[in-house]
């Protein structure tokens, strides 16, 4: 049974940095696509970056490009989003998934993916 365990997140003031961790267990091959998602109170869960092939191609966000930089470490079967200059609207609750199929692909939104971690929250104050 595939299970997604994250770590990180917190509070930290605007302009500060955050790590995010995912480690993916049950599965031991790293052949399966991966996101970083969020969801902000009384919006939709939006994609914030996604690794979408076998290449290692990834994907952002506008709002988070050039702050944000996702990485996977495919010994230890987990992958990160290091967030650096971070903002008040990068608050939220983050989440990472993985897809074998429907989210391998540039533009998979939230509902591509079936397999998801339990959440972490990250709070930036101004």
């Known amino acids: 049974q595939v299970q997604l365990v994250q770590s990180g997140g917190g509070s930290v003031q605007a302009g500060g940095s955050l790590r995010l961790s995912c480690a993916v267990f049950?599965?031991?091959?790293?052949?399966?696509?991966m996101g970083w998602f969020r969801q902000a109170p009384g919006k939709e869960r939006e994609a914030v970056a996604t690794?979408?092939?076998?290449?290692?191609?990834?994907s952002y966000t506008d709002s988070v490009k050039g702050r944000f930089t996702m990485s996977q470490d495919n010994a230890k079967n987990m992958f990160s989003l290091q967030m650096n200059s971070l903002k008040p609207e990068d608050t939220a609750m983050y989440y990472c998934?993985?897809?074998?199929?429907?989210?391998?692909?540039?533009?998979?939104?939230?509902?591509?993916?079936?397999?998801w971690g339990q959440g972490t929250q990250v709070t930036v104050s101004s």
């Open positions: 998934a993985i897809d074998f199929v429907r989210g391998c692909r540039k533009g998979a939104s939230p509902r591509d993916f079936n397999y």
């Open positions: 690794i979408y092939d076998t290449f290692g191609t990834t």
């Open positions: 049950g599965y031991s091959y790293s052949t399966y696509c």
